[in-house]
């Protein structure tokens, strides 16, 4: 008995940290090092896919956002789509309408119908987003962090609120490598200053421990901050945080599965985590402290 309660407590702890909220220190308020609301343009194209650089064509130009999604912006687009109604407040979920998924009844896959889905786990420890009376807000702590608890609804909502999408793996991919060989955006390899991940000795892991949490988009731009120098990381097309921090819903709805996927790794992975060609998925409805988005758009 003693046995279990020393486990569960162990394993409420380690949640507890890795969402932020634990030691009691106040985080600093650090602004976003880089506009969140700046888009570059990626140009039509071949570059090289994957682990064993495959030649692929991009046969048009695209937009796509230098940062991810942040908790500022994401609360915005919740006030306003409650507000219109495009998102409805049910049970104590927020909710989006899904038109759906074409099943094909393959081994292991869900069905998707048309419906009501989850958005972000508003008020689950971690989440930096609250219901504050009739409208959602952030803390300056984390308003320009990386929106985070958020499904794949929740960030599909988001693009498709204000006309934009979720970008493919492949022009995800090519934004964040440009068209040459390189394993990581900035270059060949990693150093602790390039990206929020495992153990990268940020300041927010003398908060929150080694697992730490989001830092700010952006952060990793060249400046200092409480004496952690950072690199300037962004990568040939001028995306920030393309890898590490959080990774990254894309949009590809695939074939024969549910599943979705997602790029860039997270601030809970390994440096050599962060490669380009690292691929994780999941359903969905998931979320994590660990998964954000940003958002593409046709040229």
């Known amino acids: 008995m003693k046995r279990t309660l020393l486990i569960i407590i162990v394993l409420v702890s380690f949640f507890l940290i890795s969402c932020g909220a634990g030691t009691g220190e106040n985080p600093p308020v650090i602004k976003a090092g880089v506009d969140p609301d700046k888009w570059v343009t990626v140009p039509a194209g071949d570059f090289f896919k994957g682990h064993h650089e495959h030649v692929t064509a991009v046969p048009y130009d695209y937009e796509i956002m230098v940062t991810d999604v942040t908790n500022k912006q994401y609360a915005n687009f919740l006030n306003d789509a409650v507000k219109d109604g495009t998102i409805v407040l049910k049970d104590g979920s927020l909710l989006m309408n899904y038109h759906g998924d074409v099943f094909d009844g393959y081994k292991h896959e869900f069905e998707i119908p048309e419906g009501w889905y989850p958005m972000i786990a508003i008020g689950e420890p971690g989440v930096r987003i609250v219901l504050n009376g009739q409208s959602y807000s952030t803390s300056p702590e984390f308003a320009d962090h990386p929106v985070t608890f958020v499904t794949w609804f929740g960030a599909y909502a988001y693009a498709d609120y204000y006309g934009w999408r979720l970008p ?4 995800w991919e090519k934004a964040a490598r440009g068209t040459d060989t390189r394993p990581f955006p900035w270059g060949e ?14 300041p927010y892991e003398k908060i929150y421990g080694k697992s730490g949490t989001t830092t700010p988009v952006g952060f990793y731009n060249g400046s200092t901050y409480d004496g952690f120098e950072t690199i300037d990381s962004p990568s040939p097309y001028g995306l920030y945080d393309v890898v590490g921090n959080v990774a990254q819903w894309t949009g590809d709805v695939y074939e024969d599965q549910h599943y979705r996927y997602l790029r860039g790794g997270s601030k809970e992975r390994y440096g050599y985590d962060l490669r380009i060609w690292t691929v994780d998925s999941a359903g969905p409805e998931h979320y994590s402290p660990a998964i954000g988005f940003r958002c593409a758009r046709d040229k």
């Open 168 to 171: 493919t793996e492949i022009e």
């Open 189 to 202: 390899e990693i150093e602790f200053g390039n990206a929020n991940y495992y153990v990268s000795h940020d």
